[in-house]
T-cell receptor, first 110, second 112 residues
Framework: DAKTTQPPSMDCAEGRAANLPCNHS???????VYWYRQIHSQGPQYIIH???NNETNEMASLIITEDRKSSTLILPHATLRDTAVYYC???????????FGTGTRLQVFP | DTAVSQTPKYLVTQMGNDKSIKCEQN?????MYWYKQDSKKFLKIMFS???????INETVPNRFSPKSPDKAHLNLHINSLELGDSAVYFC???????????FGSGTRLTVV
């Protein structure tokens, strides 16, 4: 599976959009980009995933560049409850083995 | 509530003991997993089962033995517990490849 690179930490003001970047320059054609988050002491929570088109759901939007070498997770209006570690994971559709990296620790402040 | 539930939530035990952690999901998922999160917060997959059949075994010591009596349950039994086994263990389930995982809330195991 392709490796991902994320900044170790980011800050965001409450109510503002949080844009979390992820580089996955070695991604191959059959690999999806998944985003999970882990709020302190809880189990990881699925957020969103995509292949090449931009995706949006009730939690977030996922923007994938045309060359698929990077993506951005957008939380449109961050709240204090969005403070968590966010993981960007590249997963082949036929391997079904989520491998977590170190993620980005997002701190939302009042 | 539809969920992945693990018991117990906390487990404190002495070195050398044998303990089990139970996991149940009522989501109708076919695949279940065990992950370990160590003190450095690094999440690592240990096992996965699909319809009671072992699919992934990530070179975990033989002291760890998963058991899946049916596709809604995946239990983790650990023999001869060691200090290094102290961690948070997460169970998860999914519909299979290409689908998101649903994680349980974790079992914090402390070996003293």
């Amino acid at each position: 599976d392709a490796k991902t690179t994320q900044p170790p930490s980011m800050d965001c003001a409450e109510g503002r959009a949080a844009n979390l970047p992820c580089n996955h320059s070695t991604i191959s054609g059959n690999e999806y980009v998944y985003w999970y988050r882990q709020i302190h002491s809880q189990g990881p929570q699925y957020i969103i995933h995509g292949l090449k088109n931009n995706e949006t759901n009730e939690m977030a939007s996922l923007i994938i560049t045309e060359d698929r070498k990077s993506s951005t997770l957008i939380l449109p209006h961050a709240t204090l409850r969005d403070t968590a570690v966010y993981y960007c994971i590249v997963l082949s559709y036929n391997t079904d083995k989520l491998i977590f990296g170190t993620g980005t620790r997002l701190q939302v402040f009042p | 509530d539809t969920a992945v539930s693990q018991t117990p939530k906390y487990l404190v035990t002495q070195m050398g003991n044998d303990k089990s952690i139970k996991c149940e999901q009522n989501l109708g998922h076919d695949t279940m997993y065990w992950y370990k999160q160590d003190s450095k917060k690094f999440l690592k997959i240990m096992f996965s089962y699909n319809n009671k059949e072992l699919i992934i075994n990530e070179t975990v010591p033989n002291r760890f033995s998963p058991k899946s009596p049916d596709k809604a349950h995946l239990n983790l039994h650990i023999n001869s517990l060691e200090l290094g086994d102290s961690a948070v263990y997460f169970c998860a389930s999914s519909l299979g490849t290409g689908h998101g995982y649903t994680f349980g809330s974790g079992t914090r195991l402390t070996v003293v």
